[in-house]
C-alpha cells in the first residue's frame, strides 16, 4: 500500500499569512493527488485534483504543486473561513486509495 | 447540483449488520464509480469501498474485505454498503462519495451518516 505522510500535524497562523501543507508519498503517484478541506461537522469538500488543478469554485488564493512523491497544498492569504481541517488523498494505485493524516489549520 | 444523500445508519450490536444507502441526483450516475469513506469520532478520513460505473468492479480496505459489501443499482441511482460482523472499531461516519469521470479521484460528498457499534 502506498503510505501518504502529511506534515505538519497542525499550525497555528493568522490571517493574510502564507500556510503551506506537505504531502509525500512512499512511492511515487505521477499527479494522481487530490487536496480536501472539512470543517467541523462537514463533509470534505474536494480544492485540487490532479495535485495542482482547482477545483471549480474553490477561490484562487488555494494551490496545489508537486509530482512524484512530494506535493504542497499553499493558502496564499489565510482568510477567516478558511480554518478547517486539510487532507490529501492518493488515488495512483488502489485499492486502497489512501489520505494523509490531516492538518488541522487554527487561528493564532 | 450534484446531491449524495446517506441514510441507514445507527446504533447496532457488535456482531450485527446494517445497510446504508446512497440516493444520487444531478449527475449520471450511471456514468461514475462511486466511493465509501468512513471517519471514527475525531480521527480522520478512511477509505472503505469503491465500485465502478456498471458495478463490474469493487475494490475494499483490508480492515472490511469479507465482511462488507459494496453495490449499486443504477436504474434507482442508488449507492448501498452492506455491513456484516460489525465490529466496534466500524463505529464511524459513513460518506458516498461520487468519482470524477476520469480517474476515480473522489469529488462530490454526501452530509454522511453515523454508524455505532455498541452493546
Known amino acids: 500500500d502506498i503510505q501518504m505522510t502529511q506534515s505538519p500535524s497542525s499550525l497555528s497562523a493568522s490571517v493574510g499569512d502564507r500556510v503551506t501543507i506537505t504531502c509525500r508519498a512512499s512511492?511515487?503517484?505521477?499527479?494522481?493527488l487530490g487536496w480536501y478541506q472539512q470543517k467541523p461537522g462537514k463533509a470534505p469538500k474536494r480544492l485540487i485534483y490532479?495535485?495542482?488543478s482547482l477545483q471549480s469554485g474553490v477561490p484562487s488564493r488555494f494551490s496545489g504543486s508537486g509530482s512524484g512523491t512530494e506535493f504542497t497544498l499553499t493558502i496564499s492569504s489565510l482568510q477567516p473561513e478558511d480554518f478547517a481541517t486539510y487532507y490529501c488523498?492518493?488515488?495512483?494505485?488502489?485499492?486502497?486509495?489512501?489520505f494523509g493524516q490531516g492538518t488541522k489549520v487554527e487561528i493564532k | 447540483e450534484v446531491q449524495l444523500v446517506e441514510s441507514g445508519g445507527g446504533l447496532v450490536q457488535p456482531g450485527g449488520s446494517l445497510r446504508l444507502s446512497c440516493s444520487a441526483s444531478?449527475?449520471?450516475?450511471?456514468?461514475?464509480?462511486m466511493h465509501w469513506v468512513r471517519q471514527a469520532p475525531g480521527k480522520g478520513l478512511e477509505y472503505v469501498s469503491a465500485?465502478?460505473?456498471?458495478?463490474?468492479?469493487?475494490y475494499y480496505a483490508d480492515s472490511v474485505k469479507g465482511r462488507f459489501t459494496i453495490s449499486r443499482d443504477n436504474s434507482k441511482n442508488t449507492l448501498y454498503l452492506q455491513m456484516s460482523s460489525l465490529r466496534a472499531e466500524d463505529t464511524a461516519v459513513y460518506y458516498c462519495?461520487?468519482?470524477?469521470?476520469?480517474?476515480?479521484?473522489?469529488?462530490?460528498w454526501g452530509q454522511g451518516t453515523l454508524v455505532t457499534v455498541s452493546s
Open positions: 462519495v461520487k468519482g470524477d469521470s476520469s480517474s476515480w479521484c473522489p469529488d462530490y
Open positions: 444531478g449527475f449520471t450516475f450511471s456514468s461514475y464509480a
Open positions: 465500485i465502478s460505473s456498471n458495478g463490474g468492479s469493487t
Open positions: 512511492q511515487g503517484i505521477r499527479n494522481d
Open positions: 490532479a495535485a495542482s
Open positions: 488523498l492518493q488515488h495512483n494505485s488502489y485499492p486502497p486509495w489512501t
